[in-house]
T-cell receptor, first 115, second 115 residues
Framework: AQTVTQSQPEMSVQEAETVTLSCTYD???????LFWYKQPPSRQMILVIR??????QNATENRFSVNFQKAAKSFSLKISDSQLGDTAMYFC????????????FGTGTSLTVIP | EADIYQTPRYLVIGTGKKITLECSQT?????MYWYQQDPGMELHLIHY???????EKGDLSSESTVSRIRTEHFPLTLESARPSHTSQYLC??????????????FGSGTQLSVL
């Protein structure tokens, strides 16, 4: 069975500072994707960044980057130069690539950016 | 910890068929949601419910319909499936507080392919 663990229920960061959100997962699969989604209060789910397991290079999207440690099954999200609009819930997700494309989500980290 | 279930995990059907995607949760959550995932991996909210007999359309227009007759059950129905409905459908529920937000729990998803 696959599990995704986000051990930080809540975090806060000063505006313009850097924060890292942790995520670990457990799987015996080799072919999978990892994602970070952001959910503002509107209930939308915004894709922040994704990583394909076979790629060793860490994904980067502007101020967002990941530290993907495949052997350790760790997938942390780093947010640089934090902005007030980054305040949201952040979900780590694992998708097993098979005929069903099954998803597994962590329980989320509530991030507050302090002015 | 996830007590939210989606069936089937994978469904392949022909055009014009009526289908129902099932979603059930055993956590007693009032709020439930359906998300549709586009090929870019973005999740779009298509339906939500804040309780029994309460359903609303989400941000993304969808030809599907939902019902909430019981707290634990939030099925999604397509009266006449078309190839454009091919997508991943994710169900979620929320009810426990985590900081300013409610913790969101996701099902594993249903991968729908309409031929």
């Amino acid at each position: 069975a696959q599990t995704v663990t986000q051990s930080q229920p809540e975090m806060s960061v000063q505006e313009a500072e850097t924060v890292t959100l942790s995520c670990t997962y457990d799987t015996s699969e080799n072919n999978y994707y990892l994602f970070w989604y952001k959910q503002p209060p509107s209930r939308q789910m915004i894709l922040v960044i994704r990583q394909e397991a076979y790629k060793q290079q860490n994904a980067t999207e502007n101020r967002f980057s990941v530290n993907f440690q495949k052997a350790a099954k760790s997938f942390s999200l780093k947010i640089s130069d934090s902005q007030l609009g980054d305040t949201a819930m952040y979900f780590c997700a694992f998708m097993k690539r098979n005929t069903g494309n099954q998803f597994y989500f962590g329980t989320g980290t509530s991030l507050t950016v302090i002015p | 910890e996830a007590d939210i279930y989606q069936t089937p995990r994978y469904l392949v059907i022909g055009t014009g068929k009526k289908i129902t995607l099932e979603c059930s949760q055993t956590m007693g959550h009032d709020k439930m949601y359906w998300y549709q995932q586009d090929p870019g991996m973005e999740l779009h909210l298509i339906h939500y419910s804040y309780g029994v007999n309460s359903t609303e359309k989400g941000d993304l227009s969808s030809e599907s319909t939902v019902s909430r007759i019981r707290t634990e059950h939030f099925p999604l129905t397509l009266e006449s499936a078309r190839p454009s409905h091919t997508s991943q459908y994710l169900c979620a529920s929320s009810g426990r507080l985590q900081g300013f937000y409610e913790k969101l729990f996701f099902g594993s998803g249903t991968q729908l392919s309409v031929l």
